[in-house]
């Protein structure tokens, strides 16, 4: 299946590069462009592509409440962000906001094509020390309402004492593999886990699931 992508970014000049690395690419294709958050969201409307790649500056709407549109009202769009630093202190804010990932605007060809791909895939754009360091780090730079925390605590009391102890892992930065050996068991029953933690908590992926473990306290950022 063709894996059909939206650009948003206010940059002429990166929506016309991404567009033209990515229609190069075997099984996927750029359906359209938007040079602002409110016609990002509006186009997600009227084209349904698969992933949207998102600047998080823009003006009308930046892209990190122009994520938080889209997730709420399309189950199906993922969104991957664009961003020009891998610490910028607004990627947190956006992956709270329920987006599947980030990716740096100078990524590769190959990089920028694998992202789309496993972003489409459900996956979480997220390499493990990558999501341990990009956590812990804004974590301990955002202000998390008590209330949402509350909630977050509140939630944890769905899960088992198994799938307590997978979600702190994740948070922690282990891969599906990583865990299976910690707790010697099948990677096969750690993604079985994985899935019945999403689907208690309402999340959308591993990305959320750290994010929520680090609300609830889970894990506290060192």
Known sequence: ??????????????????????????GIEVVG????????????????????????????????EATREIVAADGAARVLVLTTFDLDEYVYQALRAGASGFLLKDASARQLADGVRVVAAGEALLAP??????????????????????????????LTERETEVLVLIAQGLSNAEIAER??????????????????????????????????RLVVPG
Do not use: W
């Open 183 to 216: 707790l010697v068991v099948a990677e096969s029953t750690i993604k079985t886990h994985v899935s019945r933690i999403l689907v208690k908590l309402g999340l959308r992926d591993r990305t959320q699931a750290a994010v929520f473990a680090y609300e609830a």
């Open 1 to 26: 299946m063709t894996i059909r992508v939206l650009i948003a970014d206010d940059q002429m000049m990166v929506r016309e590069g991404f567009s033209v690395l990515l229609n190069a690419m075997p």
């Open 129 to 158: 020390s990558v999501t341990k360091r990009l956590i812990s780090e804004f974590a301990k730079l955002s202000d998390v309402p008590r209330r949402a925390a509350q909630a977050a605590d509140a939630a944890c009391g769905e």
């Open 33 to 64: 462009e938007a040079v602002n958050g409110r016609e990002a969201v509006a186009k997600v409307r009227e084209l349904a592509p698969d992933v949207v790649l998102m600047d998080i500056r823009m003006p009308e709407l930046n892209g990190i």
